[in-house]
Nanobody, 122 residues
Framework: QVQLVESGGGLVQAGGSLRLSCAAS????????VGWFRQAPGKEREFVAV????????NYADSVKGRFTISRDNAKNTVELQMNSLKPEDTAVYYC???????????????WGQGTQVTVSP
């Protein structure tokens, strides 16, 4: 089992920045890819970014490329998502998830956190 806990969400004005953190515990977390997904009200949960187990490979949704950066520190069992130039359309609950691949699909991830709210005001 892997337990994931997100933190760092909040309210920010458009153009601002937030840094989300995903704290992992349980099995050797470095064996897992960790991704971030988000879900806005009335919408499907969508892929945001993912990083491979050793941090060598990353992948981003087109909507966040150039604005968001995913990173991990396996010594601390944390994965972070630095979000810059935030837009109102980034408003959503953000979830981190752990899985065996770096695919952008929800089904590829076995473990999920409870989510953290990010709200971007105009």
């Amino acid at each position: 089992q892997v337990q994931l806990v997100e933190s760092g969400g909040g309210l920010v004005q458009a153009g601002g920045s937030l840094r989300l953190s995903c704290a992992a515990s349980g099995r050797t977390v470095s064996r897992y890819a960790v991704g971030w997904f988000r879900q806005a009200p009335g919408k499907e949960r969508e892929f945001v970014a993912v990083i491979s187990g050793l941090g060598r490979v990353t992948n981003y949704a087109d909507s966040v490329k150039g604005r968001f950066t995913i990173s991990r520190d396996n010594a601390k069992n944390t994965v972070e998502l630095q979000m810059n130039s935030l837009k109102p359309e980034d408003t959503a609950v953000y979830y981190c998830a752990a899985g065996w691949t770096i695919l952008a699909t929800r089904a590829a991830y076995e473990y999920w956190g409870q989510g953290t709210q990010v709200t971007v005001s105009p």
